[in-house]
């Protein structure tokens, strides 16, 4: 059981828009920043926002963070069949002392 | 450009010792700005954080794992390791290293931490 939920799995089609959402506390959420990963099949994840809404160099526009009280929330727009992916939250949990994820979310684009 | 590589036995044996290196080049391990940490996906299953090293020894690691996990850190070799003892079936999984960022934002009083880059992983099996 993580720390942080996420839906299993969302979907869309492509050239839409999909958020995925990622819900947790006090002790992490709502007292942190959030970072969020993408892990394309058979690889590493990949680091997509950090600091709730902070894009690295080389990540397109087309993904956006956000974070309200205990809640965080990813945006993907112009939806690709690339896309495809399990996305993971992650954050500070300050109870824990350690960094949690939430269980990850599965995108399909149809 | 920063890269990350594991290295360790695939096979491990029930109640041995789980031993993993990871080692970095394009970049100093005794970069002041980061940690270094592992982190281990079970097949099909979703990503946990193991534990984090600075360059100076400093660790934590993860509660529910803390009383097995062991980081060590080489900074002559440019490399980190995870020793996690007693393994079980539980403990297959593919085990990442990555480079972690963290810090403390004195304006919002929140800590930020995130991942990157990352290794490309190896699967550690417990099998008998």
């Known amino acids: 059981q993580s720390v942080l939920t996420q839906p299993p799995s969302v979907s869309a089609a492509p050239g839409q828009k999909v958020t995925i959402s990622c819900s947790g506390s006090?002790?992490?959420?709502?007292?942190?920043?959030v970072s969020w990963y993408q892990q394309l099949p058979g690889t590493a994840p990949k680091l997509l926002i950090y600091?709730?809404?902070k894009r690295p160099s080389g990540i397109p526009d087309r993904f956006s963070g956000s974070k309200s009280g205990t809640s965080a929330t990813l945006g993907i727009t112009g939806l690709q069949t690339g896309d495809e992916a399990d996305y993971y939250c992650?954050?500070?949990?300050?109870?824990?002392?350690?960094?949690?994820f939430g269980g990850g979310t599965k995108l399909t684009v149809l | 450009q920063l890269q990350l590589q594991e290295s360790g036995p695939g096979l491990v044996k029930p109640s041995e010792t789980l031993s993993l290196t990871c080692t970095v080049s394009?970049?100093?391990?005794?970069?002041?700005?980061?940690?270094w940490g592992w982190i281990r996906q079970p097949p099909g299953k979703g990503l946990e954080w193991i534990g984090s090293?600075?360059?100076?020894?400093?660790?934590y690691y993860n509660p529910s794992l803390k009383s097995r996990v062991t980081i060590s850190v080489d900074t002559s070799k440019n490399q980190f390791s995870l020793k996690l003892s007693s393994v079980t079936a539980a403990d297959t999984a593919v085990y990442y290293c990555?480079?972690?960022?963290?810090?403390?934002?004195?304006?919002?009083?929140?800590?930020?931490?995130?991942?990157?880059?990352w290794g490309q992983g190896t699967l550690v099996t417990v099998s008998s």
């Open positions: 006090s002790s992490n959420i709502g007292n942190n920043y």
């Open positions: 394009g970049g100093s391990i005794s970069s002041s700005s980061y940690y």
């Open positions: 600091d709730n809404n």
């Open positions: 990555a480079r972690q960022s963290q810090g403390y934002d004195i304006l919002t009083g929140y800590q930020n931490n995130w991942f990157d880059p």
């Open positions: 992650g954050t500070w949990d300050s109870s824990l002392s350690g960094v949690v």
């Open positions: 090293i600075y360059y100076s020894g400093s660790t």
